[in-house]
């Protein structure tokens, strides 16, 4: 688990995974609980990937 957490930190955008003492709080204290936080983390990932990739204009053509 802490693998996966230290990838996710490190890889996904800030702010998406809980600090490891707030799951605890928010989620709970087992690594279900950790599982848990971890998998709506990649969700939010995922969400945040979907609307940028929906939000983005087409780039501007270029004309000489």
């Given at each position: 688990?802490?693998?996966?957490?230290r990838?996710?930190?490190?890889?996904?955008?800030?702010?998406?995974?809980?600090?490891?003492?707030?799951?605890?709080?928010?989620?709970?204290?087992?690594?279900?609980?950790?599982?848990?936080?971890?998998?709506a983390?990649?969700?939010?990932?995922?969400?945040?990937?979907?609307?940028?990739?929906?939000?983005?204009?087409?780039?501007?053509?270029?004309?000489?």
């Open positions: 688990m802490t693998l996966i957490r990838t996710i930190e490190e890889h996904c955008p800030p702010g998406v995974l809980p600090s490891e003492e707030m799951v605890n709080g928010l989620y709970g204290p087992t690594l279900l609980d950790e599982a848990e936080a971890i998998s983390a990649i969700v939010a990932t995922v969400e945040r990937l979907q609307l940028q990739t929906t939000v983005k204009p087409p780039a501007p053509s270029i004309k000489a």
